[in-house]
């Protein structure tokens, strides 16, 4: 984690300056290259738009076009629908930072960085960071909007908590998973494409309508896949109903994709970097 983007600048240090651990170094880093992608959100409209407007736009085409064809027993299809895509929405975010990261690789600013005796980890963290904080608006906008259109969670503090804590977790590792793919991509244009990826694979799960009426090989494939567990764990847990052990299978999950997304993503980072 706290390996350093050039050789050359390992282990210089300004002489007089007080002696820092790697750990302490790296942390330093990790924390401007967080602020640089929070300033980008802010001065982009476009990451806001995609941010927000998008889940919101899919927020009232399936609650007002098709809310009034699905019956679900014992729940409003709009307390259904409202945490699957929160979930959705984590997707959609995630294009942004895999285009983000090609850029940085292919765009200059990476050998600019191997100047500077930094963590280049510190480059993926600030992505990842920023993305989970772009997910977390979608979430706040999302419910809000939800309120207003009729959806009334029953799953008290400890369970928005709870829920909450889940997302930020999944989120954290869909993001590292595309800063994988931002890492592989040759060009900005096919990490765009590589992006795609984390549009459509949400739809194939419980986000939107029930699996039970899906067929039986299409359902068992969907049940069983990481993305329909933590939208069942989150949905249980926004609107109090049972869980059962989906919570902790989506926390599991979660651990697996962020922990393997990491490691893949630093070590095929810092190939592309040395390259």
């Not at 027993?73 to 945490?83: C, E, I, Q």
Request: hydrophobic content about 55%; overall charge positive.
């Amino acid at each position: 984690m706290t390996q350093t983007l050039s050789r050359e600048s390992e282990g210089t240090r300004i002489p007089g300056s007080p002696s820092r651990s790697p750990f302490a170094l790296a942390l330093s880093d990790c924390r401007v290259l967080v602020a640089r992608n929070v300033k980008h959100i802010v001065r982009n409209p476009e990451m806001l738009i995609q941010a927000v407007s998008l889940p919101i736009v899919l927020l009232l085409l399936f609650r007002f076009m098709f809310g009034g064809a699905i019956t679900l027993p014992g729940m409003a299809y709009v307390d259904y629908l409202v945490p699957g895509l929160v979930v959705v929405s984590i997707g959609f975010n995630s294009t942004t930072t895999v285009v983000g990261v090609a850029a940085d690789l292919t765009q200059g600013l990476v050998e600019r960085f191997r100047s500077m005796p930094m963590a280049g980890s510190a480059v993926l963290v600030g992505h990842v960071v920023s993305g989970v904080l772009r997910s977390m608006l979608s979430l706040v906008v999302m419910v809000a909007v939800g309120l207003a259109i009729g959806f009334r969670p029953a799953g008290g503090v400890l369970g928005w908590l709870a829920a909450t804590g889940l997302l930020v977790l999944f989120a954290a590792g869909v993001f590292w998973l595309a800063t994988l793919l931002g890492s592989v991509a040759k060009t900005v244009e096919g990490a765009g494409g590589l992006g795609m990826i984390f549009v459509f694979v949400p739809y194939a799960t419980s986000a939107l309508v029930p699996t039970g009426s899906m067929p039986p090989v299409l359902r068992a494939v969907v049940d069983n896949q990481p993305v329909t567990v933590v939208i069942d764990a989150v949905r249980g847990l926004m609107n109090g109903t049972a869980v059962g052990s989906t919570v902790w299978l989506a926390l599991g999950w979660s651990v697996v994709i962020t922990a393997g997304g990491a490691y893949l993503a630093i070590r095929k980072f810092h190939q592309r970097a040395r390259g």
